[in-house]
């Protein structure tokens, strides 16, 4: 196999991930947890933190041999954690450091706004431990942050590479979205070169759906709001990955690129089927005793006494979903080991898949060639079907 790009392995190493639900308003094509409130923080804001020390001691009692374990990824998402101060994370990170162990090289990613950041906001980060951010930036015009009702500052908009590319924190990457009606190609592409010279190592580029129960998607079936054009994102689907890959990027997810080594170690876990605690309002987890979820609203989280409802997980399908959306060389060895049952016919399909040119297999190092993007979810989808 030629490509040089990291082999993903299991790890079995856990993370942690913590939703924090405020947002100044709420974007109507979102189906994520988040309440918009303002500007103003929240009044909640000191309970949620101090509850999300208490699930957290709960849920770690799951893990057994816990003394054992080595975490080596937080993650702070929302919502919007910008909108907490620094010392709220640096006081978390601390509390968590005192009842794990957190490996040293740990990646401690939170979740930025453009209007949140500054360099003061940046270096308080830093301090407090903090060392990967993500800003959804989403689109530099004014026309399509408007259509996608997100919440925007014009005068912080222009400042955001400079004020990034300037902070002690380097290891730092954008969201940008493609589709939105009335965006041609060349205006994303003109996004793509703004970020791409402000030096960041991640880029995720999200094509805008209609998720079912958002304010876009009653809109579009209401015909009020026109749906995606899909011809445009299905251009960029194909198109993309070489373009990205000219200027030091590798596609290692669907949605995601990355220069060389700095994927995002903590979503790689949801891929690879590692476990991961699930922390806050709506939060997702996957622990040894299975998964949960938590209520999508924060004043029934912050009244929640128990945790203790836990779902036993599909491992074969789970995994194939998810691990075959990597497009990074991957050692299957350590996946197949939980599938033993499904082992042989699984390695049978990709070996036909592999002479019909859609991947490349050599052992049990397995990769997607490029293009299989374009029809990825109907090969996961024959991956999974068994007789």
Not at 178 to 185: I, L
Not at 225 to 233: D, G, I, N, R, S
Not at 351 to 356: D, H, L
Request: negative net charge; proline residues 7%; contains cysteine.
């Amino acid at each position: 196999m030629k490509d040089r790009s990291p082999v993903i392995q299991k790890v079995n190493r856990p993370g942690i991930y913590v939703h924090y639900p405020f947002c100044v308003h709420k974007c109507s094509y979102c189906d994520f947890f988040s309440e918009g409130i303002g500007l103003e923080p929240s009044p909640l804001e000191g309970d949620l933190f101090s509850k999300y020390k208490e699930e957290f001691l709960t849920r770690i009692q799951e893990f057994p041999n816990r003394e054992n374990l080595i975490f080596d990824t937080i993650f702070f998402g929302g919502g919007t954690p910008s909108k907490a101060s620094p010392e709220r994370y640096a006081d978390f990170i601390k509390f968590v450091k005192e009842n794990i162990q957190l490996s040293e090289s740990s990646e401690i990613t939170l979740e930025c706004n453009p209007e949140d950041i500054s360099p003061d906001y940046l270096r308080g980060l830093y301090e407090a431990g903090i060392n990967r951010i993500h800003v959804g930036i989403q689109s530099f015009l004014p026309k399509n942050l408007k259509f996608l009702d997100r919440y925007y500052d014009p005068e912080t908009y222009p400042k955001i590479l400079d004020t990034l590319a300037s902070s002690p924190i380097q290891n730092f990457g954008a969201d940008l979205m493609f589709g939105v009606p009335n965006q041609t190609e060349e205006e994303f592409y003109s996004d793509a070169d703004s970020v791409l010279k402000a030096n960041v190592s991640h880029i995720s580029i999200y094509a805008l759906t209609v998720e079912k129960g958002t304010e876009y998607s009653r809109r579009v079936s209401a015909g009020i709001a026109p749906p995606p054009t899909e011809e445009v994102q299905e251009n960029i689907l194909k198109h993309l990955p070489i373009f990205l890959e000219e200027m030091g990027f590798s596609q290692y997810e669907v949605s995601n690129y990355s220069k060389p080594g700095l994927y995002s170690r903590h979503n790689m876990k949801y891929w690879t089927y590692e476990h991961y605690l699930g922390i806050g309002p709506g939060a997702h987890g996957f622990l040894p005793s299975g998964r949960y979820s938590n209520p999508r609203n924060t004043n029934a989280y912050l009244k929640k006494m128990q945790y203790d409802s836990y779902e036993t997980p599909e491992v074969f399908e789970e995994l194939l979903i998810s691990l075959f959306r990597i497009f990074l060389p991957i050692d299957l060895s350590g996946f197949l080991d939980l599938i033993p049952n499904y082992r042989e016919d699984l390695l049978e399909k990709l070996k036909i898949k592999s002479s019909e040119g859609k991947c490349e297999l050599e052992g049990n190092i397995f990769q997607w060639k490029k293009d299989a993007v374009l029809f990825l979810d109907s090969e996961i989808l024959d991956l999974a079907q068994t007789e």
